[in-house]
């Protein structure tokens, strides 16, 4: 564990691959302390090497976000350690099969409720205060996907319209009491949730997730 007081604190969400562990690695590099949440621990130090080679510090959580205790012992350790959180990125998201409207697995319909909605749901009031502790404005950023609302991506494209519909809110919410929240479309990239859409697709002429994660940062940090 690393004390990392001197650095700015950034919650990643969903860090474990694709735009997630690109932000999270890009970040660290740039000097931000970074806690990197998924649910695979073996991605989180693969991760953590990265980050280390390029000399960043990272505080690894390997849980599940729809689990509420877990989330709630999360943010309360945040705030014992640094007493804030200077972002909060959240890029985890739920994927299902490609799949008719009239043909979606209940069981799928299910995970995506479960971690594109209610989770974030559930996030976005805990991260909230921890946010608008941060000595400066802190920022949220949340990623639009522009093929949510494709054929076939009934119950990806529903759930996560709506994961944007609370962003949006709460982005009009806090505009005077903060935090500030972003929502950036994302590029076309080579990620494994791209993939089980377009598997012919040719990966060469997408935006590589660590050029996508750049230009987000510098966003950020804007």
């Known amino acids: 564990m690393n004390t990392a007081s001197d650095k700015k604190i950034a919650l990643v969400t969903g860090a474990s691959r694709g735009l997630g562990a690109a932000l999270a690695e890009t970040l660290a590099a740039r000097g931000w302390h970074v806690v990197a949440l998924a649910r695979t621990m073996g991605a989180l130090e693969e991760l953590d090497d990265r980050i280390k080679s390029r000399g960043g510090s990272a505080t690894l959580a390997a849980m599940d976000i729809t689990k509420d205790d877990a989330i709630r012992h999360l943010c309360r350790d945040i705030h014992d350690r640094w007493g804030h959180l200077d972002l909060w990125a959240h890029t985890a998201i739920q994927a299902p099969p490609m799949s008719p409207a009239d043909h979606i697995a209940l069981k799928d319909w299910d995970k995506c409720v479960a971690i594109n909605i209610r989770a974030t749901g559930f996030l976005i009031p805990m991260v909230a205060p921890l946010l608008v502790a941060a000595p400066a404005r802190a920022t949220a950023l949340f990623v639009e996907d522009q093929i949510a609302g494709g054929k076939f991506m009934g119950a990806y494209g529903a759930s996560k319209s709506a994961q944007i519909a609370l962003a949006r809110a709460w982005q009009q919410e806090s505009t005077k009491t903060g935090p500030r ?12 949730l791209r993939a089980r859409f377009y598997p012919g697709e040719n990966r060469a002429t997408l935006t590589p997730c660590m050029q996508e994660a750049e230009r987000m940062a510098a966003l950020i940090e804007s």
């Not at 929240?181 to 494994?192: D, K, R, S």
């Open 181 to 192: 929240v972003l929502i950036e479309h994302a590029a076309a990239m080579p990620t494994a």
